[in-house]
């Protein structure tokens, strides 16, 4: 008798329909042994205020510009922009294989705190909303100029991150990046081909299945996709109703996204005690005037939540090898990985050791 596939034991492939591509899933690796190291992280001080960051409220940047003594967020022009406003156009390729296009945009430094030593899931829900309400603000200047809009966050130095002082950046382009253009393409084809909106759908029935939400609330849902590459990869998305852009969530929205964020990234700093890095963004449909009057009822608004973070703080995943060379690979499961995390606190470490120290 043959035996029965089981998803959580043998080898397959998943297809991500944002992408159109494919990921292998190989979770009988992890029954191979390991004898890495299983350490919490040593965290660097990081001192409230810093006069040395340029991003701390009251000290002089590079550029001889001073930060403002902020209380809230704050929001600047980057002083080393990857895109500026006004460019010449390159003109027509000289070979079909040297093809250069114009690329015109624009970049922006928000900081959510003016301390230092803080990260999103150590603010309040009323400030992480006010983190929200400016993230709209700015996707809805931007856009009234430019094609995409592309609010992120990369947190923690093993990630990219050169400044830990909490912020984000935003970027503004004249063209609709790469992978956008992916998922409005896919996304366009999925409502052409069942009638609803791909990721609409999708909500629906992962909040019936239960098995890979990792936290919900009546507005929104967590959830580690289907088709995962990373880790402890999530998808945040809108529970029950179709919104197309930021600007669109209503006043309730946006007060329970705070909380939800707030409840996904505690778990996550849970997973590991430690400040968990990861890479963040949010999607929403296209803008800029050419946007206005288009139908994009197949684009529905969504964070996607990528940690490099694989067994514990000090071990990450590389994108290596066959990943970089063959295709996507992964060896956690999806529902593996939604179970770690729906298994952690809601209860942030570092606010329980000072819960317990005190009651010692």
Same mark, same amino acid.
């Given at each position: 008798?043959?035996?029965?596939?089981?998803?959580?034991?043998?080898?397959?492939?998943?297809?991500?329909?944002?992408?159109?591509?494919?990921?292998?899933?190989?979770?009988?690796?992890?029954?191979?042994?390991?004898?890495?190291?299983?350490?919490?992280?040593?965290?660097?001080?990081?001192?409230?205020?810093?006069?040395?960051?340029?991003?701390?409220?009251?000290?002089?940047?590079?550029?001889?510009?001073?930060?403002?003594?902020?209380?809230?967020?704050?929001?600047?022009?980057?002083?080393?922009?990857?895109?500026?406003?006004?460019?010449?156009?390159?003109?027509?390729?000289?070979?079909?294989?040297?093809?250069?296009?114009?690329?015109?945009?624009?970049?922006?430094?928000?900081?959510?705190?003016?301390?230092?030593?803080?990260?999103?899931?150590?603010?309040?829900?009323?400030?992480?909303?006010?983190?929200?309400?400016?993230?709209?603000?700015?996707?809805?200047?931007?856009?009234?100029?430019?094609?995409?809009?592309?609010?992120?966050?990369?947190?923690?130095?093993?990630?990219?991150?050169?400044?830990?002082?909490?912020?984000?950046?935003?970027?503004?382009?004249?063209?609709?990046?790469?992978?956008?253009?992916?998922?409005?393409? @896919?996304?366009?084809?999925?409502?052409?081909?069942?009638?609803?909106?791909?990721?609409?759908?999708?909500?629906?029935?992962?909040?019936?299945?239960?098995?890979?939400?990792?936290?919900? @609330?009546?507005?929104?849902?967590?959830?580690?996709?289907?088709?995962?590459?990373?880790?402890?990869?999530?998808?945040?998305?809108?529970?029950?109703?179709?919104?197309?852009?930021?600007?669109?969530?209503?006043?309730?929205?946006?007060?329970?996204?705070?909380?939800?964020?707030?409840?996904?990234?505690?778990?996550?700093? @849970?997973?590991?005690?430690?400040?968990?890095?990861?890479?963040?963004?949010?999607?929403?449909?296209?803008?800029?005037?050419?946007?206005?009057?288009?139908?994009?009822?197949?684009?529905?608004?969504?964070?996607?939540?990528?940690?490099?973070?694989?067994?514990?703080?000090?071990?990450?995943?590389?994108?290596?090898?066959?990943?970089?060379?063959?295709?996507?690979?992964?060896?956690?499961?999806?529902?593996?990985?939604?179970?770690?995390?729906?298994?952690?606190?809601?209860?942030?470490?570092?606010?329980?050791?000072?819960?317990?120290?005190?009651?010692?």
């Amino acid at each position: 008798m043959a035996e029965k596939f089981d998803a959580a034991d043998h080898q397959h492939m998943r297809f991500n329909p944002l992408r159109g591509d494919w990921v292998l899933v190989s979770p009988h690796r992890l029954k191979r042994p390991w004898h890495g190291k299983k350490e919490r992280a040593e965290e660097k001080f990081i001192p409230p205020f810093d006069p040395t960051n340029p991003l701390s409220p009251g000290v002089t940047r590079p550029n001889g510009k001073v930060t403002p003594k902020y209380e809230e967020t704050y929001v600047f022009d980057n002083d080393f922009p990857a895109l500026l406003p006004e460019i010449p156009s390159p003109g027509p390729p000289s070979h079909p294989l040297m093809k250069c296009a114009h690329a015109a945009g624009t970049c922006r430094v928000m900081c959510f705190h003016p301390r230092s030593d803080v990260t999103l899931p150590l603010m309040s829900v009323e400030e992480i909303q006010k983190v929200v309400e400016e993230w709209i603000h700015q996707v809805q200047e931007l856009g009234e100029k430019f094609t995409w809009v592309q609010v992120f966050e990369n947190k923690g130095e093993i990630n990219g991150c050169s400044n830990p002082h909490p912020h984000c950046q935003i970027w503004a382009t004249s063209f609709l990046p790469t992978e956008p253009q992916y998922e409005d393409e @896919n996304m366009k084809k999925y409502l052409k081909e069942h009638g609803k909106p791909m990721l609409l759908d999708y909500a629906e029935l992962e909040a019936k299945s239960k098995e890979r939400v990792v936290v919900e @609330n009546d507005d929104w849902i967590v959830i580690v996709p289907y088709w995962a590459l990373w880790p402890f990869e999530v998808i945040l998305l809108p529970r029950k109703r179709h919104i197309l852009r930021f600007p669109d969530l209503e006043s309730d929205e946006r007060k329970s996204l705070a909380s939800i964020m707030k409840r996904l990234l505690v778990k996550y700093d @849970n997973l590991f005690e430690c400040s968990f890095p990861y890479s963040m963004g949010w999607h929403g449909a296209p803008t800029g005037p050419e946007a206005k009057g288009k139908d994009y009822s197949h684009w529905q608004f969504h964070g996607h939540y990528y940690p490099c973070l694989l067994r514990s703080s000090t071990i990450r995943k590389f994108m290596v090898g066959f990943e970089l060379l063959s295709q996507g690979q992964r060896d956690l499961t999806a529902e593996k990985a939604a179970e770690q995390l729906r298994a952690c606190s809601d209860v942030h470490y570092k606010e329980a050791e000072k819960k317990d120290k005190e009651t010692k």
